[in-house]
């Protein structure tokens, strides 16, 4: 539609906008929000005092990372529909993909710094991948964030070496592998406590690596999946069918 | 858990299709039907737990209770839903695996059973799910399913009609997020039973504006006006399972929704107005819309625009009565628009075209087809003896007593939809087609068992039309069931979150 | 509303600014993104509280009791860019096939073309 038109439209939904979320005043909670409890780790009513970084133990929830701690723990069947939903991505892009590209990217011949630095770098993503997953429970990351980092390498290594083929079935399989162990060890949480995707192993001291039960090992198989999914994206993309 | 299952199964299904690739791919064909069927085997299970009385089962994930963690909830509405639901989806599973293309490769065809069974898991989480975010990401799931399903869809215009749809559903759900960012700001919480139990103490422009954005963004998916601008484009792409599914399967199910919404969470007037005229709105436009169409699936689309802008019609208007009849209304259209929207699909697949002008005739050739198509005319437009009359009558009076003037518009577009409707059969059924021998088949297209099965399917449809006509009291009565939770919110709120 | 909340916003009608206004399909894409930016950050503006630190325990601030920032509505934002991501990944994918298809992004010409293939 004319820019006039669409001008108009935004402006007039702006003015509606601006005038609603003003007069409903954001600032003032009418209610305490439920958060408060999750961030005192009280959720089940159990544990009276302040969470104490390196010293409380056997916590209803053990990561330091309170985001963390909502995203896999207290609202983690969000956390496996994001996993369907990045899955489905991947799935829609393989299923029409074949009909765009038919043969690969012809990729330029890089440059010797190109070559050289891909080679220098691309371990050093791969660790900091792998170490942003692994530590989603104690700092800021996670396993979808690790994963889009390890994807990033796999880019490094798509634009540094002409012949760099990503094994198609390996990934694929790495990515069935990280969600279906995602939804058996929730089924298993289901068997052990009573209701899916329950924390059954021990949560430990807040703040040291092994700590805050489930979430390390769900990190992990959400970072292998989404490092592949992005991976295979990507192939998709560079024309691999 | 029970419930859980109807959608962890499919999903895990999906997963494993990719887990196990090379060894699966010849099971990719079946895996879609086995895991439909084992569905509905679920859905019966469920509703075997609470006939008589309502149900109401709380699942709280990872034992987290109900307003801190995500909770899904099985009440006799999803009960009874779920069952109906999980029989339509095992039919258009039936008839996609029957028009399976043999010349297309082997490793899309496993992509695209995938995202059928994610789809099918997160219609039913859809069903279940008692808080605003996970119906959010349940929503996105099914949508993204849809785009990618509508652009493999092999008619000429559907790359471009899953963009629009794509791009709509984008604002859609960017509105919605906005309107839980709002409400989480003031209330704190994202379970629906809480929020209604909370909703009160919103401020006033607090509690006109949540409700809106929640409705707008499911707007997309009810074929709501103005956001349908989707619809006419990716029902005329085809295929065998798009079509039923939108209108089988998605509408109603958000549909559900809207109903929990609009009665439960936030039953606020202006809410109630807004829907009435967008309901008006949209019946009409989609109706004259039908009565100017070209193609049999493009009148087919707007007509089921119009039946979504009957039910938003009906659920504008509070009351017991007007609970019923929506309800009742919702699955009695469902119930047509499925065999119709198939034989459409199935005439597109064997003669490459659904259009009016290249179809004079068709059903001398395609006797069965006709039938069915008949048959479910005669139910969405209001005939005496099938399903969809008692619901239509119901509905007329329903909105008779509730304001006499509302009666108005959905009477004049019943005669609108008697002219559309019988102008197609007309054409097809009882003119002469255009060369003797019939109109040529396609290669490629449906013989034998393939052509037998799905004709069957529709078959089935068509007959329970007619046995719901004759006897409707079973459908009635589980109505009757599934909506006395409904009619007290508060009380039903405090029961959902276990007395708090 | 504060300086972000209202900012977000703008950030939102933007976006749908150039949805409505660009001809091309790929500004529309990016238009898309941006809308969905907007929301994000609205969401997280949400969750913030003036003086706020992040809701992370560390050494340097160990007590839950301390003023954090929400963490719900970041949990939330997390969770929305990554199906944000996947939209336009395959939005992306399908801008493709749409052009290779039909030669051109231009919606105007598009919606020509497809109103000749439909009646």
Same mark, same amino acid.
């Given at each position: ?48 005092? *302040?969470?104490?970084? /390196?010293?409380?133990? !056997? ?13 896999? /723990? ?6 496996? !529909? ?27 011949? *890089? ?11 691309? *371990? ?16 800021? /990351? ?100 | ?92 599973? &039936? ?41 959010? $990401? ?70 006109? &504006? ?60 202006? &809410? ?7 309901? &008006? ?62 034989? +459409? ?41 099938? +399903? ?47 060369? +003797? ?58 029961? $959902?979150?276990?007395?708090? | ?20 206004? %660009?001809?091309?399909?790929? %500004? ?71 052009? %290779? ?7 105007? %010409? ?10």
């Amino acid at each position: 539609m004319s820019r006039l038109w669409a001008a108009g439209i935004v402006v007039l939904i702006g003015l509606f906008l601006f005038l609603f979320l003003s007069d409903a005043q954001l600032g003032e909670r009418q209610q305490v929000p439920v958060s408060e409890k999750m961030v005192q780790k009280n959720v089940l009513g159990t544990n009276p005092g *302040p969470v104490i970084f /390196g010293q409380s133990e !056997g916590l209803e929830e053990g990561s330091a990372n309170l985001v963390t701690s909502i995203v896999v /723990g207290y609202r983690a069947l969000d956390t496996l !529909g994001e996993i369907m939903v990045l899955f489905l991505s991947a799935l829609g892009v393989g299923a029409i993909a074949h009909l765009v590209w038919n043969q690969k990217l012809q990729k330029e011949a *890089p440059s010797f710094i190109l070559k050289t630095g891909a080679g220098i770098v691309f *371990p050093m993503i791969l660790v900091f991948g792998v170490y942003v997953f692994s530590h989603g429970h104690l700092s800021p /990351g996670g396993g979808f964030q690790g994963g889009s980092i390890l994807a990033i390498g796999i880019l490094l290594l798509y634009i540094a070496f002409p012949t760099f083929e990503l094994n198609r079935v390996l990934f694929q399989r790495l990515e069935g592998f990280g969600g279906v162990t995602f939804v058996v060890l929730g089924v298993i949480g289901a068997l052990a406590g009573g209701a899916f995707l329950f924390n059954f192993l021990p949560n430990g001291v807040v703040g040291q690596l092994f700590s805050a039960g489930l979430i390390p090992i769900l990190y992990l198989l959400i970072g292998l999946k989404v490092g592949s999914e992005l991976g295979g994206i990507l192939r998709n993309l560079y024309g691999g069918e | 858990m029970i419930a859980l299952w109807m959608t962890l199964l499919p999903w895990i299904g999906a997963l494993c299709l990719l887990l196990f690739k090379g060894w699966m791919d010849r099971f990719s064909r079946f895996l879609p039907g086995l895991v439909a069927a084992a569905n509905v085997l679920l859905a019966l299970l469920l509703n075997l737990q609470g006939s008589q009385q309502p149900t109401l089962v709380s699942l709280e994930m990872g034992n987290w209770p109900a307003p801190f963690g995500i909770q899904w909830v099985n009440d006799s509405l999803s009960s009874f839903f779920a069952l109906v639901i999980s029989l339509v989806l095992l039919a258009l599973v &039936l008839s996609r695996g029957f028009a399976r293309d043999k010349e297309q490769q082997a490793s899309s065809d496993v992509y695209s059973s995938a995202i059928v069974l994610i789809l099918s898991g997160a219609a039913f989480g859809l069903l279940f799910t008692a808080d605003l975010f996970n119906l959010f $990401v349940l929503m996105e799931i099914a949508s993204i399913s849809l785009y990618a399903l509508v652009a493999r869809s092999r008619h000429p215009t559907a790359p471009v009609a899953s963009m629009r749809y794509l791009l709509l559903g984008g604002v859609g759900s960017a509105l919605y997020l906005l309107g839980i960012g709002v409400l989480y700001a003031k209330l704190g919480t994202l379970n629906m039973a809480d929020i209604a139990l909370k909703a009160s103490s919103l401020n006033p422009a607090a509690l006109q &504006l949540v409700p809106l954005l929640l409705l707008l963004g499911l707007a997309v998916e009810l074929e709501m006006f103005p956001f349908n601008a989707w619809v006419p484009q990716v029902y005329g792409a085809g295929g065998a399972f798009v079509p039923g599914f939108l209108a089988g399967v998605s509408s109603p199910i958000f549909a559900l929704l809207l109903l929990r919404l609009v009665t439960v969470v936030f039953p606020v007037p202006q &809410l109630r107005t807004v829907l009435l005229v967008a309901g &008006l709105l949209t019946l009409v436009i989609g109706e004259f819309s039908a009565l100017a169409s070209r193609r049999l699936l493009k009148m087919l689309a707007f007509s089921s625009v119009g039946s979504m802008g009957m039910f938003l019609l009906l659920v504008s208007i509070p009351g017991a009565a007007m609970l019923r009849s929506s309800l009742f209304w919702l699955v009695m259209m469902l119930l047509a628009k499925v065999p119709l929207l198939g034989v +459409a699909a199935y005439l597109q697949r064997q003669f490459g075209t659904d259009r009016f002008l290249e179809l004079r005739g068709i059903f001398s050739q395609e006797k069965s087809a006709g039938l069915v198509f008949l048959l479910s005319a005669a139910s969405i437009t209001g005939i005496p003896l099938f +399903a969809g009359f008692r619901a239509k009558i119901q509905a007329l009076v329903s909105l008779a007593s509730a304001q006499y003037w509302l009666l108005i518009l959905p009477l004049l577009v019943s005669v609108l939809e008697f002219v559309y409707f019988f102008r197609a059969i007309r054409w097809m059924g009882m003119e002469p087609p255009e060369s +003797a021998g019939g109109k040529p088949v396609l290669p490629g297209s449906l013989e034998g068992f393939s052509r037998t099965g799905t004709l069957f399917l529709f078959s089935v449809f068509a007959l329970l039309i007619v046995i719901f006509g004759l006897f409707p009291q079973g459908i009635l009565d589980s109505i009757e069931v599934a909506t006395t939770q409904l009619f007290d919110p508060v009380v039903y709120a405090r029961a $959902v979150l276990g007395g708090m | 509303m504060n300086v972000y909340t209202a900012g977000s916003i703008l950030i939102f009608l933007l976006g749908l600014y150039g949805l409505l206004a %660009k001809r091309d399909l790929f %500004k529309m894409v990016i238009s898309l993104s941006v809308l969905d930016t907007g929301v994000n950050l609205f969401l997280v503006a949400v969750g913030y509280g003036s003086g706020g630190i992040a809701p992370i325990l560390t050494d340097t601030y160990p007590l839950s009791v301390l003023h954090f920032v929400d963490p719900l509505p970041q949990a939330l934002v997390l969770t929305s860019i990554v199906i944000n991501l996947g939209v336009t990944a395959f939005a992306l994918v399908l801008v493709a096939r749409i052009f %290779k298809k039909h030669g051109t992004l231009d919606t105007a %010409k598009l919606w020509q073309k497809m109103g000749g293939e439909e009646e």
